[in-house]
């Protein structure tokens, strides 16, 4: 298989979770509203969710892509690793990469911790029904606002969840800039303003994610 081909998995999967995530963060926003109104609607929607056929069709494509994405960079990182065993004798790394560049596996293993935690919190609970039972609200909806609320009033998951964004930021935001890459665009000036484009487009979904914890904590 070509390393081409690799790429371009990493990085039409990546794409399709960038999309996920600016989803998932206008459905998480909920959260900041006053208690009465984001109970009700934050429950409500994430039943009309589950209740769609369609949005379960995504949901597997999710998975999927999730997969995907973890297996082929992790046999790209691996590769990389092989051929560069014997390190450069003269290598100015930080002028020749990012920073971020350099840790793309290290940054997504930290990702995946995140997302293996925060399926167990959520996804486990809620959809297989795993671990504590979740109850109903007045309407009669699954009361996903109180698992977010219960979770995000223990200080070490708030702790967890905001600092493990400035990570989930970097891998975003180089992680974008080389999807564009991988799948063709080479013009100079395009790629700087994807570069661009990336940058606060990682920084939007870094800062609002790592907010919302917070500020349930202190609802
Ligand atoms: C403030 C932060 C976040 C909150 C409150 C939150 C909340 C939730 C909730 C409630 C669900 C379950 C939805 C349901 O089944 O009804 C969920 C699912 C999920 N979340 Fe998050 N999330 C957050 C951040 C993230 C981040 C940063 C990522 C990825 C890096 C992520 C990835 C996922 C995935 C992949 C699912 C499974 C999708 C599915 O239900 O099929 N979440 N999240």
């Given at each position: ?33 006053p208690e009465s109104?984001a ?181």
């Amino acid at each position: 298989m070509s390393m081409f081909f690799r790429k371009s998995v990493v990085a039409t999967t990546g794409l399709f979770l960038c999309i996920f995530l600016i989803v998932h963060l206008s459905a998480n926003s909920l959260l900041l509203l006053p208690e009465s109104i984001a109970r009700s609607l934050y429950n409500s929607y994430s039943t009309t969710l589950r209740e769609s056929t369609l949005i379960n069709v995504v949901g597997y494509i999710l998975y999927l892509s999730i997969i995907l994405h973890v297996v082929y960079a992790a046999i790209i990182t691996y590769k990389n690793r092989k051929t560069r065993s014997v390190s450069y004798a003269v290598n100015h790394k930080s002028e020749n990469s990012s920073w971020a560049s350099q840790n793309m596996g290290f940054l997504g293993v930290l990702v995946l911790v995140f997302i293996v935690v925060h399926m167990a919190n959520f996804w486990a609970r809620i959809k297989l029904g795993i671990g504590e039972s979740v109850g109903l609200d007045t309407d009669g909806y699954v009361d996903v606002y109180q698992v977010t609320y219960d979770l995000f009033h223990n200080v070490y998951y708030v702790l967890f969840y905001s600092i493990l964004m400035i990570p989930l930021g970097f891998h975003l935001f180089h992680g974008l800039k080389s999807a564009f890459k991988s799948l063709g665009f080479y013009h100079k000036k395009g790629l700087r303003i994807l570069a661009k484009i990336s940058l606060v487009y990682a920084a939007v979904m870094a800062i609002g994610f790592g907010i919302i914890p917070l500020i349930v904590y202190f609802k």
